[in-house]
C-alpha cells in the first residue's frame, strides 16, 4: 500500500468519496460531481496500472464504480453524461488488455 501510495499519490481506501448528496442538496455542480468523478477514475486507473505492473500470480482486483454513481445522478436529466462514461469504461477495459497481452503469460486460460 505505501509503495502504491508512493508512486500513485494520495487516495482514499474506505467510504464513499463521489459525493452524490452534495450533488442532490445543490452544494456542488454536475461539472464539480463530474470533475471528482474524473479524478477518483483517474486514481483507480493509476493504481490498477501500478499494480498491474507488479502483479505476478494470484488474483487481482481493482473496484470502480464512478459509473454507478453516475448513472444515479444522471440517468434520467443527462444521458449523454451516462454515455460517455461508459466510453470512458470501455477505453479502460480496452487498456488492461493491452497491458495484459504485453505479457500473455499472465493470463489464464
Known amino acids: 500500500m505505501k509503495d502504491a501510495w508512493k508512486t500513485c499519490g494520495p487516495f482514499l481506501t474506505l467510504g464513499w468519496p463521489q459525493d452524490t448528496t452534495g450533488l442532490e442538496d445543490k452544494c456542488i455542480n454536475d461539472d464539480q460531481f463530474l470533475k471528482l468523478c474524473d ?3 483517474q486514481t483507480r486507473t493509476n ?3 501500478h ?3 507488479k502483479f505476478q500470480e494470484g488474483l487481482l482486483a481493482s473496484v470502480f464504480d464512478s459509473l454507478d454513481r453516475i ?3 444522471f440517468w434520467k436529466t ?3 453524461v ?3 462514461w ?3 469504461y470501455d477505453h479502460l477495459v480496452g487498456d488492461v488488455l493491452n497491458k495484459l497481452s504485453e505479457n500473455p503469460e499472465r493470463i489464464l486460460s
Do not use: A, C, G, W
Request: proline share 5%; hydrophobic share 40%; glycine share 0%.
Open 39 to 41: 479524478s477518483i477514475f
Open 47 to 49: 493504481l490498477l496500472f
Open 51 to 53: 499494480h498491474l505492473e
Open 71 to 73: 448513472q444515479h445522478m
Open 78 to 80: 443527462r444521458p449523454d
Open 82 to 84: 451516462v454515455e460517455t
Open 86 to 88: 461508459y466510453k470512458k
